[in-house]
């Protein structure tokens, strides 16, 4: 069983930054793809932002190119989302969510069914 444990969500105002880290519970975190998903009040949870157990493959939503990166730290077992310049439309509750190893043979996982482990998920609220 894989524990995923988010950190660092909060209130900023637009223009603004925060990061968010992502701890996994696991003996070998390298195998795993990640992926950071977001929830806004009435809408459908969307993907953020996806990578590899690699780290080499990464993949942005559109609507936060350029303002998002998200990137690991395999020997901390962590996953991060560092979000720069935000607007008030980034306001939502953030998830990281794991792909187990081997799983479909794949870099990167775009559907939230293929992702096997769910963190309980951290607000962020951008303010004017």
């Known amino acids: 069983q894989v524990e995923l444990v988010e950190s660092g969500g909060g209130l900023v105002q637009a223009g603004g930054s925060l990061g968010l880290s992502c701890a996994a519970s696991?003996?070998?975190?390298?195998?795993?793809?990640m992926g950071w998903f977001r929830q806004a009040p009435g809408k459908e949870r969307e993907l953020v932002a996806a990578l590899s157990s690699s780290g080499r493959d990464i993949y942005y939503a559109d609507s936060v190119k350029g303002r998002f990166t998200i990137s690991r730290d395999n020997a901390k077992k962590t996953v991060y989302l560092q979000m720069n310049s935000l607007k008030l439309e980034d306001t939502a509750v953030y998830y990281c969510?794991?792909?187990?190893?081997?799983?479909?043979?794949?870099?990167?996982?775009?559907?939230?069914?293929?992702?096997?482990?769910w963190g309980q998920g951290t607000q962020v609220t951008v303010s004017s």
């Open positions: 696991v003996r070998t975190f390298s195998g795993f793809a």
């Open positions: 969510a794991a792909v187990s190893p081997n799983t479909y043979g794949q870099d990167l996982y775009y559907e939230e069914d293929e992702y096997n482990y």
